[in-house]
């Protein structure tokens, strides 16, 4: 089998192949049954993709069987233009009160729809970027978020350096994150 980037006909099944900065080659079964390969841009090979499809095609084959058997879930509520306008008076709040309070001057940051994820912190630029589904979420979740966010700015990852820190700053973080996580 070889395969090359964009979509490719395997066995009679598109799968789509995408070259994007990864660690490692992911297959992936969506939600509508699509059949998607990740390649890293650096060490990885569409050699070594075909193989590992070749590898994973009865994974592949089972777990799309139970992904398209699955009764379709109801879409995810969407943020309306209100809610939105309410989520940036919110986080401009949020954001003027706990940046005062952490010691963080000159972040900016920004409300945009993104799909896995709640927040973004770049803390080179010092800007925070904020997923519009929060808007759908209570104000205590989207309080959580901002704490997560501007704790980047001290601590770039997720490791006892960062917890430590979420700690101090924010008492009982893991269990608001455990409910904005829920489904």
Known sequence: MTLHEGENL???????????????????????????????????????????????????????????????????????PFDILSLQALLDALMGNWAARLGEADVTWKIRDMKTRWGVCNYVRRRVTYATQLALKPRELVEYVVVHELTHLRAHGHGPAFQALMDARLPGWRALRRRLNAR
């Open 10 to 80: 395997v066995d009679g099944l598109a799968v789509m192949v995408v070259r994007r900065r990864a660690r490692r080659i992911i297959l992936r079964v969506k939600a509508d049954g699509s059949v998607w390969v990740t390649v890293p841009l650096r060490g990885g090979t569409l050699k070594a993709a075909a193989a590992f499809l070749a590898e994973k095609w009865d994974w592949m084959l089972r777990t799309r069987w139970r992904v398209l058997a699955r009764p379709a879930a109801p879409p995810a509520p969407a943020a309306t």
